[in-house]
């Protein structure tokens, strides 16, 4: 049996189908599913799991070990919103429940695999390494991040990663994120505004060394980050923390210029005013250092850019039914 916290998320639901694709379905689904209306319960409706649990109901069965053996956590679980301005329910949710299960899982020897984040390498200034050594540098630029950032800390100092996987993921997009409002990506949001308006609208630079929608990102495709999630579970000797990107920045031009393309429309793209509120905060380059993940052993291709847009595009966002399916495996 195999955990997935946050199962029905973007992460999670992406990677219990790259389970299914392997051949696992016994993975118990952790999560809470909020309002049906939000959609989470259909990244689960295709995809195979033995069953599903409260994320609040698992701390007392782990507790009182009513589980079956469990083989691994993959914790994807966590409140991910940039934007959330309760620090008490961010630390509840992204620290304090992760310290349980990672501890959880240190004492019965089982493999912990969990979610970090980019954003705990704030503004770029310390580098974008995922060593351990430059860790107690960082300086998130908002709650979520540091919570983030606490619990890494917390795994460091408390022997975790000597034999858990801790992934920074950098800017993921593809099927499944339907859910996410706000937090949805770029390629996701362009598709929707080409669609309505035959237009895009990016933030307008206000940084005089980036010209208007050349601000820079990591953009990794989901399918990637689940066959690398897939590849740590099967190696478990490859521990600490590791970057979950593409190794190179392209800019947001770049993104939005590819779902053009890949909706065969004419580019055409809006420049706004960023919002004053997010402007002293604004990353305006982030680019994945892999030298750890490819170290340990990974020897995976990365999906270029314009490759894994013409897949998002073309085999899920175009279609009436966009979420993974286990029916349609080969993509």
């Known amino acids: 049996m195999i955990i997935i916290t946050g199962g029905a998320g973007f992460i999670g639901s992406a990677m219990l189908w ?23 319960w259909l990244n689960l409706r295709s995809l195979r799991y033995a069953d599903f649990i409260h994320k609040d109901d698992l701390p007392a069965l782990l507790e009182h070990d009513r589980l079956p053996a469990i083989e691994a956590v993959i914790h994807m679980g966590a409140i991910s919103s940039t934007t959330e301005q309760d620090a008490n329910l961010l630390l509840r949710n992204n ?17 912990f695999i969990y979610a970090s984040s980019a954003a ?7 580098g974008y390494s995922d060593g351990i050594e430059a860790l107690d540098r960082l300086r998130p630029l908002n709650m979520y991040g540091y919570s983030k950032h606490l619990f890494d800390c917390w795994a460091l100092r408390n022997g975790i990663l000597e034999k858990a996987a801790g992934l920074k993921f950098f800017n993921v997009y593809g099927p499944n994120e339907y859910h996410k409002d706000d937090m ?16 895009v609208r990016l933030f307008r630079s206000h940084n005089p060394s980036y010209a208007d929608g050349e601000q820079m990102r990591d953009f990794v495709y989901v399918k990637d980050c689940t066959k690398i999630m897939q590849w740590l579970l099967e190696t478990p000797s490859a521990t600490g923390l590791f970057n979950i990107g593409t190794a190179e920045a392209r800019s947001f031009r770049d993104l939005v210029t590819a779902t053009f393309v890949a909706m065969e429309r004419p580019v055409s ?3 706004i005013d960023m919002p004053e509120t997010i402007r002293d905060k604004y990353q305006y380059y982030t680019c994945a250092d892999s030298g750890h993940l490819r170290q340990a052993g990974y020897t995976g291709r990365m ?3 314009e490759e894994g847009v013409r897949d998002y595009v073309q085999n899920h966002l175009s279609k009436s039914a966009p979420h993974l399916d286990t029916s349609a495996l080969g993509q």
């Open 18 to 40: 790259e389970l299914n694709r392997n051949g696992a379905e016994e993975v118990l689904i952790v999560d809470d599913l909020g309002k049906a209306s939000e959609g989470r």
């Open 95 to 111: 620290y304090e429940y992760s310290k349980m299960l990672a501890s959880w899982c240190a004492k019965k020897g089982t493999r």
């Open 120 to 126: 705990t390498f704030g503004d770029g200034a310390e």
């Open 184 to 199: 949805t990506s770029v390629v996701f949001k362009a598709f929707h505004q080409i669609g309505d308006t035959g237009s």
């Open 269 to 271: 793209i809006e420049f």
């Open 303 to 305: 999906t270029p850019l």
